[in-house]
């Protein structure tokens, strides 16, 4: 039985509506995953999992959110060669760049031996009903791509 943890950072609750669909897509496909938030989280708990999902809203014109910083800075001494990976977060596109948390989280993993299996999912500030939806079944195309 694979093994999936997600982690997440959250302001509005958005993100966190996102990790809760995925969270439930996971469990649908048959994993219990690990969700912690990321300040409850360190960085070196990821290789102890077979699958690894970040989720983080983008701060700023293009940043990490503050309370991810830590975390990131803590992925430099991890090893994940082999292991799945795959990243969301809300984002806004009244910025210049849309989500780009999302791929510098994404790009970091890769950087430190994650496969990545799923294209980072990026919604729109809060997701609807059809982006839960979308939410829901990223979780379990995740799962899929563990077999």
């Known amino acids: 039985m694979s093994t999936v943890i997600v982690v997440f950072a959250s302001m509005s609750g ?3 509506e996102m990790a809760d669909a995925i969270t439930a ?3 649908a496909a048959g994993i219990e995953p690990v969700v912690k938030e990321v300040m409850d989280a360190n960085a070196s708990e990821l290789e102890q999992y077979d699958g690894i999902v ?3 809203y983008t701060w700023g014109d293009g940043e990490l959110p503050d309370e991810f910083l830590d975390f990131y800075e ?3 001494g991890i090893h994940l060669e082999g292991q ?3 990243v969301f977060g809300s984002a806004d596109s009244s910025y210049p760049m849309f989500g780009a948390a999302v791929d510098i989280l994404t ?3 890769q950087e430190r031996g994650g496969i ?3 294209e980072g999912l990026k919604i729109e500030l809060n997701p609807s009903a059809d982006e839960r939806e979308e939410c829901i079944q990223y979780g379990k195309s995740f799962v899929e791509s563990l077999a």
């Open 14 to 16: 958005n993100t966190e």
């Open 25 to 27: 897509g996971i469990r």
């Open 54 to 56: 970040l989720g983080a």
């Open 74 to 76: 803590e992925m430099n």
């Open 84 to 86: 799945k990976i795959a």
């Open 107 to 109: 790009e970091k993993l």
């Open 116 to 118: 990545k299996v799923l």
